[in-house]
């Protein structure tokens, strides 16, 4: 495969992840945290780069691209912690809202926002009986996806860069 065929598969590799992501808030109704909204950004920027690197036959923007998508892979590591109770998440809007002992139901009530946030610390299962979680998932997705951008960066294509 040449660079320019490298590249173009990298940016839809790319761009599945936070599509497929957006679809199982759509089709399974499965809410996301602020974590899992981070991770999608670093995808879309690796789209875009690897769209970049397919028209300019660049391996060094196809590095790039995989770097944006480790940086995804980093966010869903961190988030994975988070959902096994190793550190706590560094966003507020991870946590659940705490109101204290002695608040009145008129203070819980003001608390809550119109719209629920999911707390980062609640893993979503999407397989039933496959304990592994959306953020697990989706750090084994990046690794590999950014691995293989990487690889194909460093090696090039077999008819060379220009090709």
């Avoid at 809007?93 to 980062?120: E, H, I, N, Q, T």
């Amino acid at each position: 495969m040449t660079t320019r065929q490298h590249a173009a598969l990298v940016a839809l590799l790319s761009a599945a992840a936070p599509i497929a992501a957006l679809a199982s808030e759509r089709f399974l109704g499965m809410a996301p945290c602020a974590l899992c909204l981070w991770q999608r950004w670093p995808y879309w920027a690796a789209a875009a780069i690897a769209v970049l690197a397919a028209g300019l036959r660049s391996r060094a923007l196809l590095a790039l691209a995989g770097g944006a998508v480790l940086v995804s892979g980093a966010i869903a590591g961190l988030h994975v912690g988070v959902e096994q109770g190793w550190w706590p998440s560094p966003l507020a809007s991870c946590a659940a809202p705490d109101v204290g002992v002695a608040a009145s139901v008129d203070d819980l009530l003001r608390s809550l926002a119109a719209k629920p946030d999911k707390p980062c610390d609640a893993a979503a299962y999407p397989i039933p009986g496959l304990p592994i979680s959306l953020a697990a998932m989706n750090l084994a997705y990046a690794l590999a996806l950014g691995a293989l951008a990487l690889t194909w960066a460093g090696r090039g294509s077999r008819q060379g860069a220009r090709a």
